[in-house]
């Protein structure tokens, strides 16, 4: 948007006929509100497209978080994807683990008094 308002400020400052300068700053204004609709319409799913690679039975994405790190999107089942890749799912449950990961309250299993805990991944943070 900000370089279509640039083509149409730097069209008027052209050595050209007034129609020929309201032709142009016109189709430039004309392509912004096309930009306006289509972009949101046609770039809505580009993400969820990408990470199941056009997959027709994909599930969709309903939380999308983007930083500097990286992308962390959740689907509908609550599973977790950090950049496109299977990183569990939203689960507290102390006895059913549907990720499959050893929870950390096992901690008192390997060590009677645990002081530091290096935790890697889980971007679910569960």
């Known amino acids: 948007m900000a370089s279509l308002a640039c083509v149409v400020v730097l069209t008027g400052t052209l050595p050209l006929p007034r129609s020929e300068k309201l032709l142009r700053a016109s189709l430039a204004v004309g392509l912004a509100l096309l930009a306006l609709v ?4 046609w770039s809505a799913g580009v993400l969820a497209d990408l990470q199941w690679k056009g997959a027709p039975n994909a599930l969709s994405l309903v939380d999308i978080v983007e930083n500097r790190s990286g992308i962390i999107s959740v689907a509908a ?3 977790v994807f950090g950049n496109g890749m299977y990183d569990g799912r939203f689960n507290t449950d102390l006895k059913h683990d549907s990720n499959g990961i050893v929870r950390p309250y096992a901690l008192g299993l390997f060590h009677p008094a645990p002081r530091d805990v ?3 991944g889980l971007s679910s943070g569960s």
Do not use: E, S
């Not at 289509?38 to 319409?41: D, F, L, S």
């Open 38 to 41: 289509a972009i949101p319409r």
């Open 118 to 120: 290096l935790m890697i």
């Open 77 to 79: 089942d609550g599973t």
